[in-house]
């Protein structure tokens, strides 16, 4: 069974641009969350998707922005981008919100 | 105060060492889990847990619901097992994951 896939690995960008992350789920699994990691704030929580919908958001501003299409697989959209948002990103998908989460290996975003 | 407390922060260790890593939580859970994250940033799920004990391989985590209390074993530690060790914490309201701050690992040959 395919673990998380998150695409692509690594990406730089410029401050303003825009930038779109995808996650494809394990095979089944109708739950996706995001997360951001920084060597600062460790990992917090952006949003979670559970068919199509969002569950929970994060503390982040509205330059953050995901969904979720029919077929689980989820983007996370961040605009306008600035030098704080270099980070680790994690996506995690599960059965649904109580079940056992497992991580891809996440996309590396550099903002120079 | 933070709602996931990990101690100790940062553990050095030699080879074949039992290690313990804590993790406390002020929230009520539905689940509490421990992860891996290796240098490269994957993150790698070990235990989730709602009571008592789970045992996998040299890993062995323990859950105190009453004392809200988690502990993380490795025995016969190796150099291998190097990584940061995370707890997380599935809140009963809403079920998002709360997280710990992490332990960083290091085990010398």
């Known amino acids: 069974k395919a673990g998380v896939t998150q695409t692509p690995r690594y990406l730089i960008k410029t401050r303003g641009q825009q930038v779109t992350l995808s996650c494809s789920p394990i095979?089944?699994?109708?739950?996706v969350s995001w997360y951001q990691q920084t060597p600062g704030q460790g990992l917090q929580f952006l949003f979670e998707y559970f068919s199509e919908t969002q569950r929970n958001k994060g503390n982040f501003p509205g330059r953050f922005s995901g969904r979720q299409f029919s077929n689980s697989r989820s983007e996370m959209n961040v605009s306008t981008l600035e030098l704080g948002d270099s980070a680790l990103y994690l996506c995690?998908?599960?059965?649904?919100?109580?079940?056992?989460?497992?991580f891809g290996q996440g996309t590396r975003l550099t903002v120079v | 105060k933070n709602e996931v407390e990990q101690s100790p922060q940062n553990l050095t260790a030699q080879e074949g060492e039992f290690i313990t890593i804590n993790c406390s939580y002020s929230?009520?859970?539905?689940?509490l889990h421990w992860l891996q994250q290796h240098p490269g940033g994957g993150i790698v799920s070990l235990f989730m847990?709602?009571?008592?004990?789970k045992k996998h391989g040299r890993l062995i985590a323990t859950i105190n619901i009453q004392e809200k209390h988690s502990s993380l074993h490795i025995t016969a530690s190796h150099p291998r097992d190097s990584a940061v060790y995370i707890c997380?914490?599935?809140?009963?309201?809403?079920?998002?994951?709360?997280w710990g701050a992490g332990t960083k690992l290091i085990i010398k040959p």
């Open positions: 995690a998908s599960s059965l649904n919100w109580r079940a056992e989460a497992f």
């Open positions: 929230v009520g859970i539905s689940a």
């Open positions: 997380a914490v599935r809140s009963e309201g809403n079920y998002q994951l709360i």
């Open positions: 847990l709602s009571s008592g004990k």
């Open positions: 095979s089944g699994h109708r739950s």
